[in-house]
């Protein structure tokens, strides 16, 4: 910061961080958020220990996902009870961008040791939304590889999307799932119908680095703390999938991802049966040689598939030129070319499906 431009330089990185945060989070319906997002911009200038930390955050990227570290640390104070103060910025009450600036700089000076740990590591997004982006895939994979799969999910978190095959999906009025269950996944519906079939998930597990147990009720409050405090539906759903989760546990290993794959190819695969690798938003955290492991797995696993043991590769992922969440299959035997099937909503509140046939 003293005359150095490269200092100078970062700051200027920081700042766009920020802004693009921001406007991210208030085009997500989350207009709250943003703009205690946008009070960041200040604190950054002060001298508490949080500010300090975001000024001088090495090698800033979106992966990063730095702003919404603080954020949920902020929201796990509004969850506590320990600070409420920003609850009428959350509900819209208090719109001012200086006063939610004033706000959330006090609430930071007074929690400044509390939340300095929120940084230490990515926020975790366990978005059960997503899964319909998944299940849509499925559906149209029914039609070219059969309707009976066995999934494994990359970068699984909670485990939340690894227990799919529990929730209830209306697409774009096309329904799968079992229809009494406390979790409906509806997403406004662009394009025309999926393809209606009759899914049938024979098994589904999932791996991470550092799996969330939701029976631990102090791991599952900081799992919500990610969460939006503005969006309610959000907040509901990872409420019921929590509770979901206690009544059965979702099927979580603590593995590499590219140990998973492994592992995942090296089963006996049961005839009549399409093997399903998944996941969402979570390729840009897999390290870059464990990316190209895996896809080189895959490939030749591909070449080895029949129609009666086929293998698919099912992803919503962020598109890091155009940043929108794409929804891409590819499926062996039959080349295993990537199709490009929609998009959706960061948080799954939408998909435009593209009909592809």
């Known amino acids: 910061m003293q005359g150095n431009s490269g200092a100078i330089m970062h700051m200027a990185d920081v700042d766009r961080a920020l802004e693009w945060q921001a406007d991210h989070a208030a085009k997500n319906s989350a207009p709250g958020t ?28 979106l992966e990063d996902a730095m702003p919404l570290r603080l954020t949920g640390g902020l929201h796990n104070l509004l969850l506590t009870g320990a600070d409420t103060r920003l609850a009428p910025v959350y509900a819209g009450e208090i719109t001012d961008q200086s006063a939610v600036d004033a706000l959330v700089e006090a609430v930071v000076r007074d929690h400044d ?16 939304g997503r899964s319909g982006g998944i299940m849509a895939q499925l559906l149209w994979l029914a039609r070219r590889i059969g309707p009976r799969f066995e999934l494994f999910e990359l970068g699984c978190s909670a485990g939340i999307n690894t227990m799919l095959d529990r929730f209830a999906f209306n697409l774009g009025g096309v329904r799968a799932g079992p229809a009494d269950s406390p979790i409906t996944i509806r997403p406004e519906w662009k394009g025309p119908q999926p393809p209606s079939a009759l899914i049938e998930i024979v098994a589904i597990e999932g791996c991470d680095v550092a799996p969330i147990d939701l029976a631990d009720p102090g791991q599952a409050l900081h799992l919500k703390s990610y969460v939006w405090p503005d969006t309610p539906v959000r907040l509901a759903r990872i409420d019921a999938a929590t509770a979901m989760a206690r009544q059965r546990h979702p099927v979580q290993h603590c593995m590499d991802a590219g140990a998973f794959v492994a592992r995942m ?13 998944f996941h969402t938003v979570v390729w840009q955290y897999v390290p870059p040689e464990t990316r190209a ?17 086929p293998l698919a590769w099912v992803t919503v992922e962020t598109n890091r030129q155009t940043f929108r969440h794409e929804l891409r299959s590819r499926y062996w035997p039959g080349g ?17 499906w593209y009909g592809i046939e």
């Open 265 to 277: 190819l090296a089963v006996p695969q049961p005839a009549g049966v399409a093997r399903v690798l």
């Open 336 to 352: 295993g070319e990537e199709v490009l099937l929609g998009e959706a909503h960061a948080h799954g509140a939408w998909i435009d």
């Open 113 to 128: 040791g509390r939340l300095l740990p929120w940084f230490d590591g990515p926020p975790q997004t366990n978005e059960a």
């Open 293 to 309: 492991a895996i896809t080189q797995r895959m490939a030749a696993a591909g070449m080895a598939a029949t129609a009666e043991r």
């Open 34 to 61: 943003g703009r205690v997002i946008r009070a960041f911009l200040p604190l950054i200038a002060g001298d508490t220990a949080c500010g300090a930390r975001m000024r001088n955050w090495p090698g800033l990227s």
